[in-house]
């Protein structure tokens, strides 16, 4: 559980791992126990550049591009949120966007965030995978 110190706004929590392992789906849980919003990181790359999904942004403006547009979402989250934290969950490749990596280890040094890894089998996330 994490404890509140008292004058310090607590983390935001951010959960990252990959795909299909559970990141949006527990986001959310956790998000409505403590009473935080939820946002999930893909949904703000693709608001930022109009696209209708991931699919499409990557079909029509390539990984630089969509990884450019990943950090800048992560920024927007990071930034915006400062008074009232969140539970955000990353997209799977977000720690590879360049700068993002860096921006998630200072948020940590600085107690800004609490980055949580998910991991699932690989029996657990073909099958969920497949299922999408």
Same mark, same amino acid.
């Given at each position: 559980?994490?404890? /509140?110190?008292?004058?310090?706004?607590?983390?935001?929590?951010? #959960?990252?791992?990959?795909?299909?392992?559970? /990141?949006?789906?527990?986001?959310? #849980?956790?998000?409505? &126990?403590?009473? &935080?919003?939820?946002?999930?990181?893909?949904?703000?790359?693709?608001?930022?550049?109009?696209?209708?999904?991931?699919?499409?942004?990557?079909? /029509?403006?390539?990984?630089? =591009?969509?990884?450019? =547009?990943?950090?800048?979402?992560?920024? /927007?989250?990071?930034?915006?949120?400062?008074? &009232?934290?969140?539970?955000?969950?990353?997209?799977?490749?977000?720690?590879i966007a360049p700068g993002a990596a860096d921006l998630l280890r200072d948020g940590v040094?600085?107690? &800004?965030?609490?980055?949580?890894?998910l991991r699932g089998t690989p029996a657990t996330l073909r099958a969920r995978l497949a299922?999408?």
């Amino acid at each position: 559980m994490l404890e /509140k110190r008292p004058n310090q706004t607590p983390p935001h929590l951010m #959960l990252m791992g990959l795909r299909g392992s559970g /990141k949006s789906t527990l986001g959310r #849980l956790v998000a409505s &126990r403590l009473s &935080r919003p939820f946002v999930d990181l893909d949904e703000v790359t693709t608001s930022l550049l109009g696209m209708g999904t991931l699919a499409e942004l990557w079909a /029509k403006l390539g990984e630089p =591009a969509f990884r450019e =547009a990943e950090l800048k979402a992560l920024k /927007k989250c990071m930034l915006d949120a400062d008074a &009232r934290r969140q539970v955000i969950a990353l997209g799977g490749g977000t720690p590879i966007a360049p700068g993002a990596a860096d921006l998630l280890r200072d948020g940590v040094a600085q107690r &800004r965030i609490v980055l949580i890894y998910l991991r699932g089998t690989p029996a657990t996330l073909r099958a969920r995978l497949a299922a999408t």
